[in-house]
């Protein structure tokens, strides 16, 4: 039961949902079943402090003490209550989207031919949407399907409808246009994304109408990320970003912040350091404004980048509050080590290299390889700059082991052997002797993979 997709789904919820689902099965209106609410109760006590108690015979003989183990029969048991956690987690989404209740209220109303209460909860369902301050696809959409019901309603109603102009026609279709234009878009900006990393050729962008701030914002960033010689339109499509974030809901949010977070990426990878200030100003407003937020956590991955563009731009007052504020909403299991190799980061970047050769010695990673690689490389470049001559052999060979073992890095693995080979010709080099350095950094320079290639161009000289 350890790897079940059962226990997957329960490892997923915070403890309030936990909560949440524990009222749900021991309501009889939604689990009828005996057993499902006992099973959950000691997968729930267990799941963090004794997971051994998860095995399938362990939790056998915890609910059917003194009975033989019958692994259908508990089988059967983990379908009823994975079946009742998914049911949970429907209700769940459903509850979080009050523009959706109340739609779904009205279709229930007109269905049952309840006129007066129908136009009652439609000017209800009216007054949350128009309430709301997000003006994105989901609720144009909202809009479309309620102006829908009115629609329906009114026509079960033929006798009063006079002409079209009883219709919300023209209210449906707005909506309806600018729901289409706002998924065209933004999925259409994903596209170019995979289509830069992939090298395939941009299409002609569609067109629109531009008239609302969002399909404004899709179509200048589209623009951009299709042609990245387009500045003026990321610009544009930055600003409407900042005007105009409250308009989208997270996940949406955080889509626009990441595509233009990825076009000041590939700008600075091309050379254009300027926009490593512009991504750095994104990521600063996306955590204030928590679009890049995940589930109500920051990813250690959004966590380094962040820090990394601050530490580009010498804003290290920033980035040492950002990393002391910020390391609660990074994952529990991952914290400790993801705060410790950006705060090394930090120091190295000052350069405070014994603070960072400490904090590097005692971290524990875990098993995060690309975090281990890039500590190891950060240890290097210590080393050899101090010219800790032993400490550094023992790293080189310590480092291509733990290289030859990893499975899971792809390219990285080329990148980093060429770092460590190069570094040892380095150490053999002998000193003053330029005609050897000048052979060894046009090695590099013809070397496609080398990590830390900028440092190790500069040792050569």
């Not at 402090?49 to 003490?65: G, H, I, T």
């Not at 009050?98 to 009652?120: H, I, M, S, V």
């Not at 909403?329 to 970047?349: I, K, Q």
Request: aromatic share 12%; glycine share 4%; with cysteine.
């Amino acid at each position: 039961m350890k790897n079940s997709t059962l226990l997957q789904y329960i490892e997923k919820l915070n403890p309030g949902e936990r909560r949440e689902l524990h009222r749900w099965l021991a309501s009889p209106f939604f689990n009828r079943r005996a057993g499902v609410l006992a099973l959950y109760e000691h997968i729930d006590r267990h799941l963090a402090v004794q997971p051994e108690q998860l095995r399938k015979e362990a939790a056998f003989a915890a609910l059917f003490p003194g009975e033989r183990f019958d692994d259908r029969r508990l089988n059967h048991l983990m379908s009823w209550l994975l079946a009742q956690v998914r049911d949970f987690l429907c209700w769940q989404e459903g509850q979080s989207d009050e523009g959706a209740q109340g739609l779904l209220r009205c279709r229930a109303l007109r269905r049952r031919g309840l006129d007066e209460a129908f136009e009652k909860e439609y000017e209800l369902a009216r007054q949350t949407l128009d309430r709301q301050p997000w003006r994105d696809e989901h609720w144009h959409h909202l809009q479309h399907q309620l102006f829908r019901e009115k629609y329906e309603h009114a026509s079960l109603q033929s006798r009063r409808v006079r002409s079209t102009a009883d219709l919300p026609l023209a209210d449906m279709a707005a909506h309806a246009e600018a729901a289409n234009a706002l998924n065209r878009l933004r999925y259409a900006c994903s596209t170019e994304v995979l289509r830069a990393v992939s090298g395939e050729r941009s299409g002609t962008p569609p067109a629109g109408s531009g008239t609302p701030p969002a399909i404004d914002l899709y179509e200048n960033l589209l623009r951009a990320l299709r042609d990245p010689a387009d500045e003026p339109a990321f610009f544009q499509a930055k600003s409407l970003l900042e005007q105009h974030w409250q308009q989208f809901r997270d996940s949406e949010r955080r889509d626009l912040y990441l595509l233009s977070l990825n076009f000041c990426i590939r700008k600075t990878n091309s050379g254009q350091r300027q926009f490593m200030r512009e991504a750095f100003e994104l990521y600063r407003s996306g955590l204030e404004n928590r679009a890049l937020f995940e589930n109500g956590a920051l990813s250690r991955f959004t966590y380094k980048n962040a820090a990394t563009a601050g530490l580009a731009l010498f804003e290290f007052g920033w980035v040492r509050q950002f990393l002391e504020d910020y390391k609660i909403h990074l994952p529990a299991r991952e914290r400790h080590g993801v705060y410790t190799y950006n705060l090394a980061s930090y120091y190295f970047r000052l350069p405070d290299y014994e603070q960072a050769m400490q904090l590097l010695r005692d971290a524990d990673f875990g098993d995060d390889a690309h975090t281990h690689l890039d500590a190891r490389a950060m240890l290097l470049r210590i080393y050899f700059e101090r010219g800790y001559q032993d400490a550094l052999e023992s790293l080189l060979d310590s480092f291509q082991t733990y290289l030859r073992r990893q499975k899971d890095i792809g390219y990285q693995r080329d990148n980093y052997l060429n770092l460590l080979r190069f570094v040892r010709k380095l150490l053999r080099l002998p000193p003053g002797d330029a005609p050897a350095r000048l052979a060894l950094r046009r090695e590099v320079e013809a070397t496609a993979a080398v990590a830390e290639r900028g440092w190790v161009l500069e040792q050569c000289g």
